[in-house]
């Protein structure tokens, strides 16, 4: 299955609370962490949600 990385690049600071509780379970901590997630729909979605937090991009080689 692909992989996609997730990159935060803006705060969760005065975000929505579920805003920040998608980006927290993602993975992501701090302002420019990333992680490395399967790309499936469920992931997508989260994305989706709070997609003016983050960056997404896909991940090849593995």
């Not at 998608?22 to 490395?36: F, R």
């Amino acid at each position: 299955m692909a992989k996609i990385k997730i990159e935060q690049v803006r705060s969760a600071i005065g975000a929505l609370e579920n805003h920040k509780r998608t980006v927290k379970a993602l993975g992501l901590k701090k302002m420019h962490s990333s992680v490395i997630q399967e790309d499936t729909p469920v992931i997508r979605g989260m994305v989706r949600t709070i997609q003016h937090l983050v960056k997404v991009e896909p991940v090849s080689g593995e």
